[in-house]
């Protein structure tokens, strides 16, 4: 958030739709979950990016997304 490390998602929930969609690349439990707690962030416009990781260190990210905290 803001460029600095917030958290670590939990990897494992449902997604068929990616594993139809990539198939022999993506597992059914390739979905993941994250709760951002915003009380610790400040009411106003933030930047949230998200850096994927395999087992084998490749790393993807997805492009940043602007959002507004209001708490």
Do not use: F, I, K, Q
Not at 36 to 57: E, K
């Amino acid at each position: 958030m803001d460029g600095l490390l917030n958290g670590t998602a939990a990897l494992g929930g449902s997604r068929p739709d990616v594993a139809a969609a990539y198939p022999h690349v993506a597992p059914d439990n390739s979905g993941w979950s994250y709760t951002l707690d915003t009380t610790m962030l400040s009411n106003g416009p933030h930047w949230l990016v998200v850096h994927a990781r395999d087992g084998t260190g490749n790393e993807a990210l997805v492009p940043p997304r602007a959002v507004t905290v209001s708490n």
